[in-house]
């Protein structure tokens, strides 16, 4: 059987752990066949970012007119975008109808405190969201309000949503406490999604693993709230396969393949 075709649209991570390369891993090891368009390439590992190089508007926009040319994409994730002229590009891109089942991974800052993005960009795609997936820095700088517990994610996820994306999900895995709670709100129905919380510095990635593989299921045919857990799941399973590894000096990445299951 023919594999399903998904897009990621998003920033080099040259450590291997987040970005493009975590999303090719993802969309692998979740049964997807997986093609690219490269916005930005960066000079980074586990310890951190030490430069970013956004590419031309026009080298993206020749990018996705080559995929889009040619395979017939299930679903398109969106990760660091790095400026507004890029978002543009993106975003007519997603106004024509060729992203479908677009999930929006705002990248504004790496997990080592680097900053990707501008909000500028990202609030270019987000009225053609199928589903965006913002953390709470993310989503406090986007909403504007402080976004540091379950009540604040709940009230930045339903602003979002009210703002274009058809579903929000603020992921909560940066927030103190025994659980994993990330809040889905969309169709006019707030939901906490909850789960254990991994004990683990090795977290570079889980934003763009957990958006990929949202985009990956959607593309099998899952009702977003679906797909949601079932990326929620897979992040949990990633990390805790990762947690004992020493790649790297710094935030590690994830076990996206399973090996130390």
Known sequence: MTPKTTLTIAGSDSGGG???QADL???AALGAYGTSVLTAVTAQNTRGVDAVLPLPPRTVEEQLDSVLADFTVGAVKTGMLGTPAVADVVAQAARDGRLPQLVVDPVLVATSGHRLGVVGAVERLLPYARVATPNCAEAAAITG????????MVLAAEALAAGGPEY????????????AVDVLCGGGVTTLLRGPQ????HTHGTGCSFSAAIAVRLALGDPVPAAVQAAKEYVFRALTGGRGW????G???LDHFGWSA
């Open 25 to 27: 891993k993802v969309f």
């Open 18 to 20: 987040a970005g493009i």
């Open 145 to 152: 309000r402080g976004v540091d517990d379950v009540a604040g």
């Open 251 to 253: 935030r590690g990445p």
């Open 198 to 201: 991994v004990d683990t510095r």
């Open 168 to 179: 929000v999900v603020v992921t909560g895995g940066d927030v103190e406490g025994d659980e």
């Open 246 to 249: 020493e790649l790297g000096a």
